[in-house]
């Protein structure tokens, strides 16, 4: 039986990778994003291998989500697969310079976008007693590094939310996992620095991973047996030993 997937943040990066991934084996897409026109482009390309539905919303705004997931026509209101993957992080200050608009960025999309999406879902997954929930942590959720606080903060939250489903939803045999990346090449630098052109020198002298090497991994652990759930992962790339730790050939 051909399973339906929901992936948030699927116009860049991890989302988009995964996106690609899950179309090459035949899984059906729901694809979420702010960008409407990476969206369509997206659907266009992969259309031609699965069926896909893109719906365009910001995950902060929980009317706005909820209303669009409720949207979803027929052939696509099952969602088997749910991906939590819409993230992001703002700043590198110390906790004391901080700016109180990046920290709203970080914990209304790490956090409360990742609880509105997943409570949209959700009651289906229990209704129909499966379903596979997977929410995209960070190593930075395993350990705090210097100017990480509130980034940090948010994927540590991701951490402990998501244990707390695994625990709550397993009555109805729900599978509930994380993915904690490290360095992976994706926009995510030009995020957080905001354009500045420090963000090009963040995965020099190394090779980072990549989206598709963690679009991968996503793709095996929703490819298990039923009776086996991947209940959390730590990736990096060689390079990478810890958050602060890296090997740089310059």
């Known amino acids: ?24 084996h035949g899984i059906n897409l729901v694809l979420c994003g702010r960008r409407l026109d990476r969206l369509t482009t997206i659907q266009k390309a992969l259309e031609k291998l699965t069926h896909v539905h893109i719906l365009n919303f910001d995950v902060r705004d929980k009317a706005e989500t909820l209303k669009a997931i409720a949207s979803l026509p027929e052939p696509f ?4 697969i749910l991906i939590n993957n819409a993230g992001n992080a703002h700043g590198l200050d110390p906790i004391n310079e901080g700016s109180l608009d990046d920290w709203d960025a970080m914990m209304d999309i790490n956090v409360k976008g990742l609880l509105y999406v997943s409570s949209a879902i959700i009651p289906q997954m229990t209704e129909r007693k499966s379903g596979h929930i997977i929410n995209i942590g960070s190593s930075a959720g395993k350990e705090v590094y210097p100017k990480g606080n509130v980034y940090c903060g948010s994927k540590h939250a991701v951490l402990a939310i998501t244990e707390g489903m695994r625990i709550d939803l397993n009555p109805y045999g729900i599978k509930v996992g994380a993915i904690n990346p490290g360095l992976v090449e994706t926009e995510f630098s030009k995020v957080r620095f905001k354009g ?8 020099k002298g190394f090779k980072a991973l990549q989206a598709e090497d963690v679009a991968e991994v996503i793709y095996f652990v929703v490819s298990r047996p039923a009776h086996v759930n991947i209940a959390d992962v730590l990736m990096f790339c ?10 740089k050939d310059i």
């Open 1 to 24: 039986m051909t399973k339906t997937a929901l992936i948030t943040g699927a116009t860049s990066g991890i989302g988009h990778a995964t996106a690609f991934e899950f179309a090459k």
């Open 77 to 80: 209101k099952t969602i088997d």
């Open 196 to 203: 500045d052109k420090i963000a090009d020198s963040v995965y």
């Open 238 to 247: 060689t390079a990478q030993a810890n958050s602060t730790i890296l090997k």
